[in-house]
């Protein structure tokens, strides 16, 4: 009976369930052709079991009648061996992944209660507050909603746990971070705990008039852009239509006037 051992990509939980599913249905058919092959075994047995009641004397031309009976029996015993080696074979496949699964689930749990626990020492760190409702999950959800500054600690928070448990080494980029209205000594907290990270940073800010933008020039943990010169819509302006068009008339391509 031919057999290959089939190989898996074992990294979903519905990847696994299909590969345990697959195993069990090739279970289930190897024992159907094995109980097929006993009985052809005992039907076999019982015919020459049968033969030496009637007569206890053979001739040459009686054992070579029997012959391919015999040959018939002895590779129908090889097959069942062959079957039954594929079975503890396959026996062995589900352990072993059954093993690992339970290290997936084992590990997975372990990353989460460090990702967990990680944002929650940050939000402490900034809040300045340990008896706030500890985070739980890693996403909000309609019945767990944070508004203003607490808003805002909790994506700080979580962002500084994903890149401190995960250590990806990608840019941070926090959008607003003082748009809750986050307070000095808070803002202060969560530059110090993001300028430990090795990673690049971009944090944006509108700076109040009455605040000046001095606020973070001379703030060595930044470094402060001024976009307040800034042309809004400077490269759209209608000035630069004719050698734009003149430009894409090189790569082809017409544009209507």
Avoid: W
């Avoid at 890149?163 to 971070?177: N, Q, R, T």
């Avoid at 209205?181 to 430990?196: P, Y």
């Avoid at 302006?237 to 894409?248: D, M």
Wanted: charged share 30%.
């Amino acid at each position: 009976m031919p057999s290959s051992e089939p190989l898996f990509d074992v990294t979903t939980p519905n990847m696994r369930t299909q590969i345990i599913n697959s195993l069990k249905e090739r279970i289930e058919s190897i024992n159907f052709d094995l109980e097929n092959n006993e009985r052809k075994l005992r039907e076999a047995q019982q015919r020459l079991g049968d033969l030496l009641s009637k007569n206890d004397d053979f001739s040459l031309t009686d054992l070579v009648a029997c012959k391919d009976m015999f040959l018939d029996v002895k590779e129908i015993d090889r097959e069942i061996q062959d079957a039954q080696q594929e079975i503890n074979e396959i026996d062995n496949m589900l352990r072993i992944k059954k093993g690992l699964t339970n290290k997936l689930k084992e590990r997975r749990h372990e990353f989460y209660e460090d990702l967990i626990s990680e944002m929650n020492h940050v939000r402490q760190m900034i809040s300045g507050n340990n008896q706030s409702i500890p985070y739980t999950t890693l996403f909000s959800t309609s019945t767990n909603v944070f508004s203003g500054s607490d808003e805002t600690i909790y994506f700080a928070s979580r962002e500084y746990a994903l890149s401190k448990v995960l250590d990806h080494g990608m840019p941070l980029l926090i959008d607003s971070f003082r748009e809750e209205d986050l307070s000095t000594i808070r803002e202060n907290r969560m530059l110090d705990l993001f300028a430990e990270l090795p990673n690049q940073m971009i944090l944006t800010t509108t700076v109040k008039h009455e605040e000046g933008k001095e606020k973070y020039e001379s703030d060595k943990r930044v470094h402060a852009i001024d976009y307040s010169n800034h042309e809004v819509e400077k490269i759209l302006n209608s000035s630069y239509n004719e050698s734009f068009i003149a430009k894409v008339r090189e790569f082809g391509i017409a544009l209507p006037q």
